[in-house]
């Protein structure tokens, strides 16, 4: 039997500034210990005590980890000037992880509000699915006892790039793995709406988790 867990992840964004501006040379990938460094320079001045990202190199960081005052400084900078109301949920998505090993992460411009389309999975019959907001999308479909996730894009690769194209995994115990992250952010949604008031909204979890227009 194999642990299968999924990982609520945001990225957070920061308020830039004149130091922010300089930046290491090359990139995450070829250069991480430097932008690991700049990375976690920028979080400190954004925010009071924040966790360490998911892994080295990818500025993904555990939902259920951060404060409810950093999540509240983050949805601040998140919608900015925008009526919360009107906002999209937080930026970030839903790691995979085998047996301790992360095997699928959030892509490019993936937003929380993904666990509407995650839910798919738990009819036994369910059509194969893109996620629409990132991407590279993944396409999740389901043969026999096995959710098999393809992670192959013509004109975009998958962060990581060492991501398996297929990645295979035991239906039932992913459907399980998703029960247990949908009553863990139904229960964070109780913490989070604890924000509402301040935000002006009557429902803070709906829009930043849950998604605005959806039932959460």
């Known amino acids: 039997m194999n642990q299968i867990e999924f990982i609520p992840l945001i ?14 040379s ?7 210990k430097e932008w690991d460094i ?18 080295s190199g990818t500025y993904q960081y555990n939902l259920f980890d951060i404060s409810i005052e950093d999540i509240e400084r983050v949805i601040n900078l998140h919608i900015g000037d925008t009526d919360v109301n009107e906002s999209i949920s937080l ?11 992360i095997e699928l992460f959030p892509q490019c411009c993936g937003l929380l509000e993904e666990i509407q389309q995650w839910k798919n999975i738990l009819n036994d019959d ?4 893109y ?4 991407h590279p999308s993944p396409l999740i479909t389901k043969k026999g006892n096995e959710i098999i996730i393809y992670c192959k894009d ?17 239906y039932n115990e992913t459907k399980t793995a998703l029960l247990k992250l949908i009553s863990e952010l139904t229960d964070f949604s109780i913490k989070l709406n604890s924000l509402s ?5 009557e429902n803070l979890s709906k829009i930043m988790i849950w998604g605005n227009n959806e039932n959460a």
């Open 38 to 55: 700049y990375q976690k320079r920028e979080i400190n001045k954004n925010y009071l005590n924040f966790p360490e990202p998911i892994l």
């Open 126 to 129: 369910f059509e194969e699915f």
């Open 26 to 32: 090359g990139t995450y990938l070829s250069n991480s």
């Open 131 to 134: 996620l629409t907001e990132g």
């Open 11 to 24: 990225e957070p964004a920061t308020k830039k500034d004149k130091e922010s501006e300089i930046v290491p």
């Open 197 to 201: 008031e301040k935000f002006k909204t």
């Open 91 to 101: 930026f970030g998505g839903y790691a995979i992880s085998k047996n301790g090993t």
């Open 154 to 170: 013509e004109f975009e690769s998958f962060y990581p790039t060492t991501t398996n194209e297929e990645i295979r995994l035991d």
